[in-house]
């Protein structure tokens, strides 16, 4: 059975054009003001069809990431299928972004198959859940997970659910 360790040790040279082994956070990466205030700043790390939900629940455009308020937020959504050959660079994102933001992201698993592979979960290649990979704050389930709860999730995180 693979480990964490394993995972995390899988070459994954050949996934340069990907662009998620670019140390450029600021500058590659394509972060979504949430709220519009600078308050969140969420990444979409995009590896199936959950992206386009995500998409779909993203209220505006994604841009640059600029200089943090050191009250704002970073979070990284993984949605979408990760595969053990894939599964170390997810987590360099990860590990990049806690080194370069001088936060640790809040980090959220979008849709079933970033939670537990999904349909795809009793592929060789599948890792079962990127909880194998980092913590996870929260779980969004569904296949396709409905961008609402995405967005309602968020709020919950941030604290902006109504009383
Ligand atoms: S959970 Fe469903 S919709 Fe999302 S990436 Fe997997 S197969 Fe696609």
Not at 5 to 25: Q, T
Not at 98 to 104: A, C, I, V
Request: proline letters at 7%; charged letters at 20%; a negative charge.
């Amino acid at each position: 059975m693979r480990t964490h360790r394993d995972l995390r040790e899988f070459p994954y040279n050949g996934l340069v054009s990907f662009g998620l082994d670019n140390e450029d956070y600021r500058g590659v990466m394509r972060w979504v003001d949430w709220y519009g205030d600078g308050s969140l700043y969420v990444l979409d790390v995009g590896l199936a069809c959950c992206t386009l939900e995500f998409d779909a629940a993203a209220p505006t455009a994604a841009g640059r990431l600029p200089s943090l308020d050191e009250r704002a937020r970073v979070a990284i959504v993984i949605s979408g299928t990760v595969t053990d050959r894939l599964a170390p660079a997810v987590a360099a994102v990860i590990d990049g972004c806690e080194q370069q933001t001088g936060r640790r992201p809040v980090v959220i698993s979008f849709g079933a198959c970033a939670s537990s592979g999904g349909p795809y979960w009793d592929s060789y290649a599948v890792t079962k859940g990127v909880d194998q990979l980092v913590a996870v704050d929260a779980y969004v389930p569904g296949c396709p997970p409905p961008p609402e709860a995405l967005a309602a999730v968020l709020d919950q995180l941030m604290g902006r659910v109504a009383s």
